[in-house]
């Protein structure tokens, strides 16, 4: 079975500051990493994932994220948030096994950007 | 870009009664299509898969027979909650993929608000 934590449910920056939301999941097998993003009244669109090679991964809208396998964590970082970036951000895992490709979601963190 | 939409977008209804709920994919044929359910300020919870087709795979703990999915063709699965009781009340989340590939990006939705009184 696999288990996301996403450990902060809020995190308000200024804009143009940078930015980290963490993400730790548990699983007895390999995994897929995804993180969503979701704006209000919107559905979840895909940020970027890890399906292998190297672990940096550069998504849409300037954000990366690092998929540290000791550690277990695939952090999504940005350097210079804009207002804009307000949303609900979701890391989710799938197991690289199945072939139906089930995800399973962290809680999610609200980032707000303020001027 | 791939579109996904879900109608209703707001449903209210009285206790005891049925409600369906569609997903469409706008501009692509959706290999596999997926259920969430979500609670206020939790994570979206997997309730079932289904393709094209065929019976949905339903996670543990989700009953079948409360919750219908059909999956009747590339373009539509419709979740039908029977029998909808005030502890069904939710946020449903659909999201479809292209193909089979379990790596394939999902499109999501924009959900459906059920309020059950």
């Known amino acids: 079975a696999q288990s996301v934590t996403q450990l902060d449910s809020q995190v308000p920056v200024f804009e143009e500051a940078p930015v980290e939301l963490r993400c730790n999941y548990s699983?007895?097998?390999?995994?897929?990493l995804f993180w969503y993003v979701q704006y209000p009244n919107q559905g979840l669109q895909l940020l970027l994932k890890y399906l292998s090679g190297s672990t940096l991964v550069k998504g849409i809208n300037g954000f990366e994220a690092e998929f540290n396998k000791s550690q277990t964590s695939f952090h999504l970082r940005k350097p210079s948030v804009h207002i804009s970036d307000t949303a609900e951000y979701f890391c989710?895992?799938?197991?690289?096994?199945?072939?139906?490709?089930?995800?399973?979601f962290g809680r999610g963190t609200q980032l707000t950007v303020w001027p | 870009g791939a579109v996904v939409s879900q109608h209703p977008s707001r449903v209210i209804c009285k206790s005891g009664t049925s409600v369906k709920i569609e997903c469409r994919s706008l501009d692509f044929q959706a290999t596999t299509m997926f259920w969430y359910r979500q609670f206020p300020k939790q994570s979206l919870m997997l309730m079932a898969t289904s393709n094209e087709g065929s019976k949905a795979t339903y996670e543990q703990g989700v009953e079948k027979d409360k919750f219908l999915i059909n999956h009747a063709s590339l373009t539509l699965s419709t979740l039908t909650v029977t029998s909808a009781h005030p502890e069904d009340s939710s946020f449903y989340i659909c999201?479809?993929?292209?193909?089979?590939?379990?790596?394939?990006?999902?499109?999501f939705g924009p959900g459906t608000r059920l309020t059950v009184l």
């Open positions: 989710a895992v799938s197991d690289r096994g199945s072939t139906l490709g089930r995800l399973y």
């Open positions: 699983s007895s097998v390999s995994v897929y």
């Open positions: 999201s479809a993929r292209r193909s089979g590939r379990a790596w394939d990006e999902q499109f």
